[in-house]
């Protein structure tokens, strides 16, 4: 039987795959520099683009004068929006109903409405050149009202960032109900504010597109760093009217996203209009400050919230009023992420009988706002953990206590809160007991205790968090406007030689997508890791896809990977069963090597060789190792954790030393440890750094504050992270999302820190970044306000 090919070298790891901390495979090419982003793409031919941009947030363009641009040396065109030719605005892709829509237009045309915002194009043969050119383009305005803060431009007769429209209202979203009702008698009723500020999303990489029109054959090819490329070709060929068949999108490594990086902007479509234009390709690489302004923004919430409770600390009802700052345009999912992903989350892993939210997206003239790391579960989460941390202070109860009593317990679950969303699994007391353990929490009350005698500040805080991932359900994304699928594709080959490739639609910008996908997939077809090709990224190349966003990746997407290599694997057996003469269940693949009987053996090659000629085998077996999987969940799962930070806040600098940050995580099955323990800790960067440092400043002009502070690793502590594991019977991996749970359990859970240090110096109210400046003042004010 052993005519063909020998076993392969590699030999499969003994066990199970799943569950491993094999070490990403994508590194050693990243680390040695054979990273191949857009950037990098020179393409036979090659222009380039530079972007004229509004110094001003708000102003009518009065003139345009680019003929000393043209005239530069090495420019090609340049081009205002008249010269473009006619292009919609960029219209969002998830609309909550009853929403004022406000698109992006590609080039600003009567009037900018943020800083940053394109006003023209120049295209030169080299970059510098088209630099250059744009400093001469002359461009006239005449500055209008400036609305930066969203409760002023939520206010009757502010004026209007639109002026087609009757105020700068949005959105009104509004949830639940009865808050007075079940408030009535309560032994506890407080009202405090929040601030979720506005932050920078912040890729390593910056975005790029380069756009490739071929005359020749009439496609366009884009390149683009992107977390979507099936949906970018979809947003692109219905703005340029051009046939999604002949438009192709590649994207190649991506240096991080954070939901950045999944919208459809502006030079995606100028680009692309560019290149059908000039039939040649156009690049363009953003610089840094423009990234700043003119790449979409995260958070920027303002929130009062309402508590009722017992004495014994059990919420009776919890009242929700935010405004939420959408900027001067509705981006792509800029409408739901303020609205639906925060009210429906806003209870957390608490059995709250009453909730009564309103959300209210406002237009300013800032950039606009969309989907960062989480994309309104922090903001919930921010909200509710907060609201239980006070209540603990308030009653001088111990705020693991207060947790408890108000856990959703274990024999109700799966739950479904009055919000609409639902818990899956978990065991939230378990969860907590281990993080408290590993804090040594009781240890740490004994030494505040102690260091209080002292005038020494310690304060531990305590956050729990949930959310929905692995969106999603075509039933309810339709209702709520989100206009995209929620499955994700997946196909599987195993070649004549016995080696595998797998194709996704999801994509990689971080998550290391081809080691994780590897693991599945090999686990299923028996194969080694080292035989297992990952391809991502080009939709010529792969199924039709949704992308990466919602930590999804593995349990939607390696749903579908496991599904499409369960059934190339058993088609494999099938296959060896025939050519031994015996039943497919008698069949035992071992070594590269499929076995009956302990003495009859096939290669893989011999079984790939068989499939693809169809030689010696049944025709009812069919061609080919080849299966494919849409898979569309029928349900989302519901990770958790529980955060415990350890602080000491210095009265006289105001500065806070994070000592200890303790993260335990519940995403059910974990695939790779070792990648999601990375996972954690980006998140937790991202949260650490917006509970003490970032904040995207704008000025009163409306200019963002240049060099917003962002967190070196030398800046934040040890992460102790460790997991318990609740399988969800939602997907076949049993899986739930990792990649936003440091963002949605690091800001809550120091802020309480913070304040469990400072509340015996009365101090009550204090918002995020907890610079020393802030830590100061809040002091400051507690001390006027004592009698």
């Known amino acids: 039987m052993n005519r063909h090919l020998p076993p392969t070298g590699h030999h499969p790891q003994p066990g199970p795959l799943v569950g491993q901390p094999v070490p990403r495979r994508?590194?050693?090419?990243?680390?040695?520099?054979?990273?191949?982003y857009v950037d990098d793409i020179v393409l036979p031919g090659q222009l380039y683009a530079h972007f004229v941009r509004s110094p001003h947030a708000h102003a009518r363009i009065v003139s345009a004068d680019l003929s000393q641009a043209r005239a530069y040396r090495g420019v090609v065109v340049a081009y205002t929006a008249s010269d473009l030719g006619e292009l919609d605005d960029i219209a969002p892709n998830w609309v909550v109903p009853g929403s004022k829509v406000k698109g992006r237009p590609p080039l600003a045309r009567d009037r900018v409405r943020h800083h940053g915002e394109a006003v023209a194009v120049i295209v030169a043969d080299n970059p510098a050149a088209a630099a250059d050119a744009a400093e001469l383009a002359q461009i006239s305005y005449e500055p209008l009202p400036v609305q930066i803060d969203q409760q002023a431009a939520a206010a009757p007769g502010a004026p209007l960032v639109h002026a087609d429209l009757t105020d700068?209202?949005?959105?009104?979203?509004?949830?639940?109900?009865?808050?007075?009702?079940?408030?009535?008698?309560?032994?506890?009723?407080?009202?405090?504010?929040?601030?979720?500020?506005r932050l920078i999303p912040f890729p390593l990489e910056p975005r790029a597109v380069n756009a490739d029109f071929d005359d020749a054959t009439g496609r366009l090819t884009v390149y683009c760093a992107h977390q979507l490329p099936h949906l970018l070709r979809r947003m692109l060929a219905q703005a340029l009217g051009f046939p999604e068949q002949r438009l192709r999108v590649v994207s190649p490594d991506v240096g991080g996203g954070f939901g950045a990086k999944m919208h459809f902007y502006p030079e995606d479509v100028v680009?692309?209009?560019?290149?059908?234009?000039?039939?040649?390709?156009?690049?363009?690489?953003?610089?840094?400050?423009?990234?700043?302004?003119?790449?979409?923004?995260?958070?920027?919430?303002?929130?009062?919230?309402?508590?009722?409770?017992?004495?014994?600390?059990?919420?009776?009802?919890?009242?929700?009023?935010?405004?939420?700052?959408?900027g001067a345009y509705l981006s792509s999912m800029g409408s739901g992420v303020p609205t639906v992903n925060v009210a429906l989350f806003?209870?957390?892993?608490?059995?709250?009988?009453?909730?009564?939210?309103?959300?209210?997206?406002?237009?300013?003239?800032?950039?606009?706002?969309?989907?960062y790391r989480g994309a309104g579960r922090p903001e919930a989460a921010y909200i509710i953990e907060r609201a239980i941390g006070r209540v603990a202070l308030e009653l001088g109860l111990d705020p693991a206590e207060v947790r408890r009593r108000n856990f959703v317990t274990p024999d109700r679950l799966p739950y479904r809160h009055p919000t609409g969303i639902s818990l899956d699994t978990g065991q939230y007391e378990v969860t907590l007991a281990k993080a408290l353990t590993q804090a040594d929490y009781g240890a740490f009350r004994i030494e505040q205790a102690a260091a209080r005698l002292t005038g020494r500040c310690l304060g531990a805080g305590l956050a729990t968090y949930t959310h929905s991932c692995g969106v999603g359900m075509a039933e309810l994304m339709g209702p709520i406007g989100f206009d995209r699928g929620g499955f994700e594709s997946a196909l599987v080959r195993v070649h004549p030689d016995g080696r595998a490739t797998v194709l996704s639609g999801s994509h990689s910008h971080g998550q290391g997508h081809a080691t994780i996908y590897a693991q599945i997939a090999a686990d299923e077809l028996g194969l080694p890791l080292d035989d297992i090709e990952v391809v991502q990224g080009d939709t010529d190349i792969v199924p039709l896809g949704v992308g990466t966003f919602n930590s999804r990746s593995v349990s939607v997407g390696g749903s579908a990977v496991k599904l499409a290599a369960a059934r190339v694997a058993a088609k494999m057996r099938s296959l060896a069963a025939h050519m031994l003469q015996s039943e497919p269940a008698d069949v035992v693949f071992d070594g590269g090597l499929f076995r009956a009987d302990g003495n009859r053996s096939v290669t893989i090659q011999e079984i790939g060789h068989a499939a693809w000629?169809?030689?010696?085998?049944?025709?009812?077996?069919?061609?080919?190792?080849?299966?494919?999987?849409?898979?569309?969940?029928?349900?989302?799962?519901?990770?958790?954790?529980?955060?415990?930070?350890?602080?000491?806040?210095?009265?006289?600098?105001?500065?806070?030393?994070?000592?200890r940050y303790v993260a335990i995580e519940d995403c059910g099955v974990v695939i790779n440890p070792l990648l999601a323990r990375g996972q954690i800790q980006g998140g937790l960067a991202q949260g650490i750094g917006q509970a003490l440092f970032e904040d995207a400043a704008i000025d009163a002009d409306g200019a963002p504050v240049p060099d917003p502070p962002i967190p070196r690793s030398d800046m934040l502590p040890r992460m102790e992270i460790d997991f318990v594991c609740s399988p969800t019977p939602n997907n076949p991996l049993g899986s739930k999302g990792i990649g936003e749970a440091g963002a949605l359990g690091a800001p809550p859970a120091i802020v309480n820190a913070v304040l469990d240090a400072l509340?015996?110096?009365?101090?009550?109210?204090?918002?995020?970044?907890?610079?020393?400046?802030?830590?100061?003042?809040?002091?400051?004010?507690?001390?006027?306000?004592?009698?």
């Open 168 to 197: 700068n209202i949005a959105t009104r979203f509004p949830v639940g109900g009865g808050f007075a009702e079940a408030a009535a008698g309560a032994d506890l009723r407080i009202s405090f504010t929040l601030r979720n500020q």
């Open 271 to 326: 680009l692309a209009r560019l290149s059908r234009k000039l039939r040649r390709p156009v690049k363009w690489t953003e610089t840094r400050s423009e990234n700043i302004s003119a790449t979409t923004h995260g958070r920027d919430h303002a929130t009062t919230v309402d508590v009722a409770a017992t004495g014994d600390g059990r919420i009776q009802a919890l009242r929700v009023n935010s405004v939420a700052n959408v």
């Open 346 to 371: 806003v209870l957390g892993l608490y059995a709250i009988p009453t909730v009564e939210v309103l959300i209210t997206n406002v237009y300013t003239n800032t950039t606009p706002v969309d989907a």
């Open 26 to 36: 994508e590194d050693q090419r990243f680390l040695t520099g054979r990273g191949r």
């Open 759 to 787: 509340w015996p110096l009365g101090v009550r109210q204090i918002d995020m970044p907890l610079t020393p400046e802030r830590v100061l003042a809040a002091l400051s004010a507690a001390q006027g306000a004592r009698p």
């Open 613 to 659: 000629t169809g030689q010696g085998i049944p025709r009812a077996l069919g061609i080919g190792l080849e299966e494919s999987e849409f898979y569309h969940p029928h349900a989302m799962s519901a990770p958790n954790g529980a955060h415990v930070a350890l602080v000491e806040v210095d009265v006289e600098t105001g500065e806070i030393a994070l000592q």
